[in-house]
RNA sequence: GUGAGCGUAGCUCAGCUGGUUAGAGCACCGGUCUGUGGAACCGGGGGUCAUGGGUUCAAGUCCCAUCGCUCACCCCA
């Protein structure tokens, strides 16, 4: 039996409800602070990762679908959504319009890592950017947006964490501070953390492994926040007291690290405690100059992203239902053969007004009950000999089990009237 | 990419130290019930026991390989 492929799945059902119901609610909650949806396609050149996203990140260096097309063109599936959105930004030279430019989009994201619980290799995000201004006020209201669309869904047991990875140049200092630092311990550290001394010693920092905490204990680690300067410091306090005055409810992390190269300054995290180890249910930042890696002007911009994938982990945690599916108003039961094309055309009548199903064979009432509940009718039509004599129909209330005989040509409007 | 656990009906699972026709519950279809309710009872359909090889008189059961799933590492949404 041929089989999705691996990390990737269906959705129907319970699962694209909850789905739908969550890019409905971010919708809603983006549009009215004036962000604008836009789709860009799930194919882009892989560049605009490779310089949007870092080369030396673990998304950019191993997790990438890409291929060669018939052109010679080296084409990616899109592993995140901020560069492509930043990349349509230029393209249609959006920076002319009043700033910041809010845009908030939804879709499939691929990276090829080893699917496990809240991790798949085709995942749905949901996310946010706002383009154009370097304020803290912007940073601030991203955020509360985020919290806005989590309270929005009903969600109350996450949390959300704030830091700062500084400007690149404070970065820069840092790693170099780390080097020199944790080298004298290398042989101390785990193997990851041994690599991750070479290529990004901020890394280290959120290692779960116990050894390496202990190795930057003992090595007296300074916190990156000293080595910010006073903009990124002033950045981050300004942040924080727009939280503050929004009743926005944050834990400071100061080790709080993005994985993508782009984030600047501030940085943000929802984490859930019951999503076993992959926590985030969505992170974001400040990424000012992600235009200019990908040749354009040097803009401010910050935004975030959430795995739809993973808050349906959490309402299913805790306990918050989908909404319901589809179902009739209307289950129509032809009590003979001739009532069968009756009963077709009369729900054709009423239709798309009303939902309406039908039994496509005769069915005895009972059974027509029967299925009718099962499919969550309201009400159920008989269609048999009598009612075919009298031009009737008889409709009965499931929730009352009150029954009455109405002309067929009323029907509609009783229905409708209720 | 690394590690561990697990693959028996649509779903959840049972199947003893290998033993003859592979089971249950739920779901589905039908009947009891020829124009009226979710129950109950009776019956029915549905399985290459993940795949391939091996051991054995005999394999769902033991061994090996492959594939898949799950969780964790890593990474991140």
Do not use: C
């Not at 999705?4 to 699962?15: K, Q, S, W």
């Not at 985020?146 to 690149?168: E, Y």
């Not at 492994?209 to 190795?215: A, I, S």
């Not at 007004?353 to 039509?381: D, F, H, M, Q, S």
């Amino acid at each position: 039996m041929i089989k999705a492929v691996r990390g990737t799945r269906d959705l129907f059902g319970e699962e694209l409800g909850y789905k739908r119901w969550i890019e409905a609610a971010a919708g809603q909650v983006l549009e009215a602070a004036g962000a604008q949806e836009i789709e860009t396609p799930i194919l882009e050149e892989a560049p605009v990762f490779e310089k949007g996203v870092g080369p030396t990140s673990d998304v950019v260096q191993k997790e990438m679908y890409a291929f060669t097309d018939r052109g010679g063109r080296r084409l990616v599936l899109r592993p995140e959504g901020t560069a492509g959105v930043m990349r349509a930004f230029l393209e249609h030279g959006m920076k002319v319009r009043p700033a910041p430019v809010k845009l908030y989009y939804r879709g499939p994201m691929f990276r090829a890592e080893r699917p496990q619980k809240g991790r798949y290799r085709q995942f749905y995000q949901v996310g946010y950017e706002a383009v154009g201004l370097s304020e803290p006020a912007v940073d601030a209201e991203a955020i509360a947006l985020l919290v806005d669309l989590m309270k929005a869904l009903g969600l109350q047991r996450f949390v959300l964490k704030l830091g700062t990875v500084g400007d690149p140049e404070d970065r820069r200092r840092y790693n170099a501070y780390l080097r020199e630092v944790l080298l004298p311990h290398r042989e101390a550290l785990s193997e990851d953390s041994r690599v991750r001394l070479e290529r990004n010693p901020l890394r280290i920092l959120d290692s779960k492994d116990r050894g390496d905490q202990e190795v930057l204990a003992r090595a007296g680690v300074r916190p990156l926040f000293d080595f910010l300067s006073e903009a990124a410091k002033a950045h981050y306090r300004a942040v924080k007291g727009a939280l503050k005055a929004l009743g926005v409810a944050f834990e400071e992390d100061p080790r709080l690290v993005r994985g993508l190269d782009y984030y600047v300054r501030t940085a943000f995290e929802i984490h859930h405690p019951d999503l076993g180890a992959q926590a985030a249910l969505g992170g974001g930042g400040r990424y000012d100059g992600l235009t200019a890696l990908l040749g354009g002007p040097s803009l401010p911009g910050v935004g975030w992203a959430v795995g739809t994938d993973r808050v349906i982990l959490a309402l299913k945690a805790e306990a918050i239902p989908a909404p319901p599916g589809p179902a009739p108003l209307l289950y129509l039961v032809p009590l003979d053969a001739e009532a069968v094309v009756e009963a077709l055309v009369l729900a054709e009548s009423l239709r798309p007004r009303l939902p309406v199903e039908l039994a496509y064979t005769p069915r005895k009432p009972g059974k027509g009950i029967r299925e009718a509940e099962r499919r969550g009718a309201r009400y159920v039509g008989f269609l048999g000999e009598g009612e075919r004599a009298r031009g009737t129909i008889s409709v009965k209330d499931l929730v009352t089990g009150e029954q009455q005989e109405l002309p067929r040509e009323k029907l509609g409007s009783w229905l409708e009237a209720l």
